[in-house]
């Protein structure tokens, strides 16, 4: 069988393929697509933001991977994590505004 030509041009992916846990995977859906619409800063500086939140929280309270389900119990997180769904919620109302001016 003859060799199929190499191509010397090939050019580097634009982005990396990774696992993420399935929770997280519509998450990660709508970061990849907020990326994509041009809200990279201000994604990134979000969660910047909620890691060092809830890093701090982990440290406060001394909570560890095996501690999770005491986690979720526990009133600051369901405060952060209603803090995560509003911002959402308005992330959404602002792209809403961004594509009807872009229109």
């Known amino acids: ?5 190499e191509k010397e041009d090939t ?3 634009k982005s990396k393929m990774i696992r993420v846990p ?3 995977i519509s998450a990660v859906r709508e970061l990849s697509r907020l990326h994509r619409d041009g809200h990279t800063g201000a994604i990134l500086q979000g969660l910047q933001s909620l890691i060092s939140e ?3 929280l982990d440290d406060a309270y001394g909570i560890n991977p095996s501690q999770q389900q005491s986690q979720q119990e526990n009133p600051d997180v369901k405060q952060l ?3 995560v769904s509003t911002l959402s919620e ?3 109302k602002l792209e809403t505004a961004y594509n009807q001016l872009a229109t």
């Open 1 to 5: 069988m003859p060799k199929k030509p």
């Open 11 to 13: 050019k580097p992916l």
């Open 22 to 24: 399935v929770a997280l």
């Open 54 to 56: 809830i890093d701090s």
């Open 81 to 83: 994590e209603q803090q």
């Open 90 to 92: 308005r992330i959404q």
